[in-house]
Nanobody, 123 residues
């Protein structure tokens, strides 16, 4: 599966951005999708994830209440709406997918990666 992320950019603190990721090359099977991020000098960590139906989601504590993940299975896309952005949200954001659907949306289940899209939050 190929994952193409878009929507990054420069935004002021308190602003909003919407990231999108389109999956292609997959002809069958359900799978979860998610967003990870990596700031300079830090590890890559899960930000948000969503299962195939969209019923089950998982968020990192640092983004709960500010970020919302959603997906459109008919278009094989996932979105991350990011509100009230903070400087500490600055990072390279990666779209990811699992091989099959997931209930717990654990980090290690995500084995397919797109290229990163840079989000910079600065005044």
């Amino acid at each position: 599966v190929q994952l193409q992320a878009s929507g990054g950019g420069l935004v002021r603190p308190g602003g909003s951005l919407r990231l999108s990721c389109a999956a292609s090359g997959r002809t069958s099977g359900n799978y979860a999708m998610g967003w990870f991020r990596q700031a300079p000098g830090k590890e890559r960590n899960l930000v948000a994830a969503i299962n195939w139906s969209g019923y089950n989601t998982r968020y990192s504590e640092s983004v709960k209440g500010r970020f919302t993940i959603s997906r459109d299975t008919t278009k094989n896309t996932v979105h991350l709406q990011m509100n009230n952005l903070k400087p500490e949200d600055t990072a390279l954001y990666y779209c990811a997918a699992t091989d099959s659907d997931s209930y717990y949306l654990l980090d290690h289940e995500f084995g397919h990666w797109g290229q990163g899209t840079l989000v910079t939050v600065s005044s």
